[in-house]
């Protein structure tokens, strides 16, 4: 079995991970360098999009699979401290209550005890079991879950971080700078080029074709790697748990970690409610949709990259390679463009400039992969539980 580390990837990634004083236990480095947009729910977005499993340590490019749309069907599902009473009371129709919060239903003046009063008298068809399910509700009220239930549903679905994207130009712009080499073996075993395929697919049938074989050439080759990111920086943001300010505008909170650990730390009937859906399982487990979230971004501003290959490219690759960089291709990393960047659920950002130069001499093969200054972007996430 060959070295790992002499795939040109995982190469490129042990390298940074060192010099960036970063964990491959929560790193995942981006497919592409993604423009943070020009807003800071342009940049909240990335924290709110969940780390889905990949191929090695690669983040990738999603917004489907948000966190607070997995914190709020928490929220809104499980049974509060001491509420196996209330529980009971409110029997089969626990699950009618369950989705009317799903609703999202205006909170009204007496907060969460007059909106599940009026809802149980109208759904509850006992009067006496309705009752009963009140005055039980009365006494959960204060706990941790119908606080943070009125919390996440008077936000009105927005959901705030506690930065902005101001801060996040400002801190990278005044973060260090990197330089640094790495080396790959040749005769490692061809893997898939770091841009998508589908990216590939659209250069044409003969033209991907060679695209995707002058970077696979490349990947199995012996590489040596030259980089330089004028700046970095690791930028951490947290869900708001109260209203704040945040870039100059006041944002509602809509978070609350006690609720999220509270649902965390018990699995039985007690907590999440028998015969329901999603399940501690589905939420938490091994392949749960909250089994870890992006705490924190590693930002990047201006990237040189130079690679210096020993392989055999046909003038038909070597022009392929040319193309595929104008697609936002390169033999490392690609650019988001606005494009996939909404196909992932994104909002639309512009597409930030990418320049590449190949010369061949050969069977050397040198590589400039060059991303202006001035051009702040999200190079990775670290990913680590949602609860600590």
């Given at each position: 079995m060959s070295d790992p580390s002499a795939d040109l990837y995982q190469a490129w990634y042990d390298a940074v991970v060192k010099v960036f004083g970063l964990s491959p236990l929560t790193f995942l480095m981006a497919r592409s360098l993604i423009p943070l947009g020009s807003t800071s729910r342009d940049l909240w977005d990335f924290f709110d999009s969940i780390p889905i499993a990949s191929d090695g340590h690669y983040y990738e490019l999603h917004a489907f699979n948000r966190f607070s749309e997995g914190y709020g069907v928490v929220v809104n599902l499980v049974i509060p401290q001491s509420g196996t009473t209330w529980r009971n009371a409110v029997g089969d129709h626990y699950g009618d209550w369950v989705k009317y919060l799903a609703s999202s239903p205006t909170i009204p003046p007496g907060g969460m005890l007059e909106l599940f009063t009026v809802w149980a008298e109208k759904n509850i068809p006992d009067p006496e079991r309705a009752q009963a399910a009140i005055t039980a509700y009365q006494q959960v009220l204060n706990g941790v879950i119908p606080v943070a239930q009125d919390r996440f549903i008077g936000a009105g679905g927005v959901y705030a971080f506690s930065r902005s994207i101001d801060e996040a130009r400002s801190r990278v712009s005044s973060g260090p700078k990197y330089e640094f080499s790495f080396s790959s073996s040749s005769n490692a075993p061809p893997r898939p080029a770091a841009g998508p395929r589908l990216r590939l697919a659209r250069l044409g049938g003969e033209m991907g074709g060679?695209?995707?074989?002058?970077?696979?050439?490349?990947?199995?080759?012996?590489?040596?790697?030259?980089?330089?990111?004028?700046?970095?920086?690791?930028?951490?943001?947290?869900?708001?748990?109260?209203?704040?300010?945040?870039?100059?505008?006041?944002?509602?909170?809509?978070?609350?970690?006690?609720?999220?650990?509270?649902?965390?730390?018990?699995?039985?009937?007690?907590?999440?409610?028998?015969?329901?859906?999603?399940?501690?399982?589905?939420?938490?487990?091994?392949?749960?949709?909250?089994?870890?979230?992006?705490?924190?971004?590693?930002?990047?501003?201006?990237?040189?990259?130079?690679?210096?290959?020993?392989?055999?490219?046909?003038?038909?690759?070597?022009?392929?390679?040319?193309?595929?960089?104008?697609?936002?291709?390169?033999?490392?990393?690609?650019?988001?463009?606005?494009?996939?960047?909404?196909?992932?659920?994104?909002?639309?950002?512009?597409?930030?400039?990418?320049?590449?130069?190949?010369?061949?001499?050969?069977?050397?093969?040198?590589?400039?992969?060059?991303?202006?200054?001035?051009?702040?972007?999200?190079?990775?996430?670290?990913?680590?539980?949602?609860?600590?």
């Open positions: 060679f695209a995707e074989s002058a970077l696979a050439k490349i990947a199995a080759s012996h590489v040596e790697g030259r980089a330089r990111f004028d700046h970095q920086a690791r930028f951490k943001a947290v869900p708001l748990t109260s209203p704040e300010i945040v870039g100059g505008k006041p944002y509602p909170g809509w978070f609350s970690a006690g609720a999220l650990r509270y649902a965390y730390e018990t699995k039985d009937g007690t907590v999440w409610p028998a015969g329901m859906k999603p399940t501690w399982e589905q939420t938490f487990g091994p392949t749960g949709n909250l089994q870890r979230v992006a705490t924190e971004l590693v930002l990047v501003d201006g990237v040189n990259v130079e690679l210096e290959a020993e392989t055999d490219l046909s003038a038909g690759e070597l022009a392929a390679l040319q193309e595929a960089a104008a697609a936002g291709i390169t033999p490392l990393f690609g650019i988001a463009s606005p494009a996939e960047m909404q196909m992932a659920g994104f909002r639309a950002v512009a597409a930030a400039p990418l320049r590449l130069s190949i010369s061949a001499e050969g069977s050397t093969i040198k590589i400039r992969i060059e991303s202006p200054l001035g051009n702040a972007m999200l190079f990775g996430v670290v990913a680590t539980p949602p609860v600590g």
